[in-house]
């Protein structure tokens, strides 16, 4: 028995026992809460409390917008560029330095590195800009970019769409973690007219493959959900449940983004209307009651108002914050100031501490020079000291 906390839902109650929920229940949970999501909610709440105690987390990063040409097209994606548009970025390797010895200043502790998919598969302006850096692949150059950013006293996290096993690989020897969205596991979605139907990189099935070699390669994965895209609530559920058979096999997904869809004006989906917050607020409890210990993140600066009241829902994380640059993905949301996401927090019941870009239940994953070189800034509980971060 986890909590002394009896519930009419009998499912909640097991639960709350310690035992795991079935996807079965999980539908019909999501039903009943439909008008009464209180049980659910607090639930979730005492789940998160249980395992991430008072705590909420985040990582000081900067954000490194390597290249943003990218072969695919999703349907709600602003941070793909097109050639000769203003916000292209094609970052050159002495950028890469420039930024990270900013970031360092700046007291950071993630480089976080982001790229379209594959950009030199489609466009020109991507292998002259590789070539020109000495590079034949994207992959090639964030290996080399890893290397750097390390000696610079950063840790690299890289979100570059699929990647092969290979790549994966080498970039394992320097990335602390690593990132790759599922977005959603219903191969409805790649349908005619619907959001991924434009990006096979995006189809689950290859998604799926990159994540399970990630776990054969015992990657600390971070991956999640993008939430209001026109799935349903059971497609949302199969996905949380996907993700959890890869981490019951690997034990390697240390966190569920959960991102609240946003339109945005130059899209396809521009008249797509934003996640619903009660529906969002569902999502993430169902996600707390399927994997009680998973560290679970939205970003705030995708809820101005309202972030901190996910706290009761079953979040433990804020995710990458960066004082210095701006959210690529998503510009039109600026990240708050760390100083009001701690008074948020505050308020809240809980103390916001810095992490490092890997959780500290997954430092045995990583080699012990990327340990060492951490141990230097670790506050003794692996996460960052606070003399450093603030
Ligand atoms: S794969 Fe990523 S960068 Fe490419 S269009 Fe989709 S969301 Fe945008």
Known sequence: MLSNLTLDCEALNTVLDGKEIQKQECYELFELSQNAPEELFKTAN???????????TFS???????????RDTCSYCTYKAEPGESKLSLMSISDVKVLARLAKKFRCTEALF????????????ARDWLKEEGFSSTAEYLIHASELVLKEGLFPHTNAGNLTKTELAQLKKTNVSM?????????????????????PSKYPKPRLAVLQNAGELGIPMTTGLLVGIGETPYEIIDSIFAIK????????????????FQPKSDTLMNAHPSAEENYFKTVVALTRIILPQMNIQI??????SSYQSF??????????????TPDYVNPEFSWPEIK???KNSSKAGYDLKARFPIYPEFFDFVNSDLREKMAELNDGDSLVKEGYWR
Not at 245 to 260: S, T, V
Not at 299 to 304: D, E, F, G, T
Not at 311 to 324: A, K, Q
């Open 114 to 125: 982001v790229t379209g998919e594959r950009p030199e598969q489609t466009f020109q302006e």
């Open 179 to 199: 990132g790759l969205m599922l977005e959603n596991v219903s191969e409805r979605l790649t349908e005619e007219g619907m959001p991924h139907h434009g990006a």
């Open 340 to 342: 009001n996401i701690e």
């Open 46 to 56: 005492v789940l998160r409390n249980i395992n991430h105690k008072k705590i909420v």
């Open 245 to 260: 058979k890869l981490h019951d096999k690997y034990g390697h997904i240390q966190e569920i983004i959960l991102q609240n």
């Open 60 to 70: 000081k990063k900067a954000f490194f917008n390597i290249a943003n040409l990218c």
């Open 311 to 324: 706290l009761s829902v079953g979040i433990n994380d804020w995710g990458g914050i960066s004082p210095l």
């Open 299 to 304: 970003p705030p600066n995708l809820s101005p």
